[in-house]
């Protein structure tokens, strides 16, 4: 069996990453997000191993000083890790796995596993951008100002992903997203394991 491909997407705050990889697992086989640990608590609807894996903060910084994460970030008062051990299950089972993350976490997992594939989302515009954070209609002016720099600041990184997807038009970044999947999946790398008796009977 052919292992599956970890693939890192990154988007700045607008760019519709969320609503585009929802879809793109919805109509995708063997194909599914990445389960982080996480140290807050459940929100309504969330289950546990699905959304993510919810654990106390004593287990969270044991498994971090034990190595146990392949990255790892705080975010206000909470932890966020992804476990080495089920992201390395999951591969290995020939499930692909989508890694939402930001600019500085894609740097350290490309370091860690240069075998995974970067695809960083791009809004059509700064104008686009900015009624997309607008419309939202739950932040204030000034939020709006800190998420449109932070946007810029995460766009400027662009050059250090393998694809880039413009979310213009919904559909078609979505068939760019699925054809980079597909496309991966039909390397020789990935796809011989697959062909093994049908080339060994072509070649003998």
């Given at each position: 069996?052919?292992?599956?491909?970890?693939?890192?997407?990154?988007?700045?705050?607008?760019?519709?990453?969320?609503?585009?990889?929802?879809?793109?697992?919805?109509?995708?086989?063997?194909?599914?997000?990445?389960?982080?640990?996480?140290?807050?608590?459940?929100?309504?609807?969330?289950?546990?191993?699905?959304?993510?894996?919810?654990?106390?903060?004593?287990?969270?910084?044991?498994?971090?000083?034990?190595?146990?994460?392949?990255?790892?970030?705080?975010?206000?008062?909470?932890?966020?890790?992804?476990?080495?051990?089920?992201?390395?299950?999951?591969?290995?089972?020939?499930?692909?796995?989508?890694?939402?993350?930001?600019?500085?976490?894609?740097?350290?997992?490309?370091?860690?596993?240069p075998d995974?594939?970067?695809?960083?989302?791009?809004?059509?515009?700064?104008?686009?951008?900015?009624?997309?954070?607008?419309?939202?209609?739950?932040?204030?002016?000034?939020?709006?100002?800190?998420?449109?720099?932070?946007?810029?600041?995460?766009?400027?990184?662009?050059?250090?992903?393998?694809?880039?997807?413009?979310?213009?038009?919904?559909?078609?970044?979505?068939?760019?997203?699925?054809?980079?999947?597909?496309?991966?999946?039909l390397t020789?790398?990935?796809?011989?394991?697959?062909?093994?008796?049908?080339?060994?009977?072509?070649?003998?």
């Amino acid at each position: 069996m052919s292992k599956g491909t970890l693939f890192i997407i990154s988007a700045p705050s607008g760019a519709g990453k969320t609503s585009l990889v929802q879809a793109l697992i919805e109509m995708t086989d063997s194909l599914q997000i990445s389960v982080s640990h996480t140290t807050r608590q459940p929100r309504q609807g969330e289950e546990h191993g699905v959304n993510y894996f919810f654990v106390a903060q004593d287990e969270f910084m044991q498994m971090l000083n034990s190595h146990l994460f392949l990255e790892h970030a705080q975010i206000y008062d909470n932890y966020y890790g992804t476990s080495q051990k089920w992201l390395t299950e999951q591969l290995n089972a020939g499930i692909d796995i989508i890694l939402e993350i930001d600019w500085q976490g894609a740097q350290q997992i490309r370091r860690l596993k240069p075998d995974s594939v970067s695809i960083f989302i791009l809004p059509p515009s700064r104008t686009a951008l900015e009624e997309r954070l607008h419309n939202r209609g739950k932040d204030s002016e000034a939020v709006i100002a800190q998420r449109l720099q932070g946007a810029m600041n995460e766009i400027s990184h662009y050059v250090e992903f393998d694809y880039l997807v413009v979310n213009d038009d919904f559909s078609q970044a979505l068939k760019d997203l699925q054809t980079i999947i597909y496309s991966q999946r039909l390397t020789q790398i990935a796809h011989a394991p697959k062909l093994e008796e049908m080339l060994e009977e072509l070649l003998n």
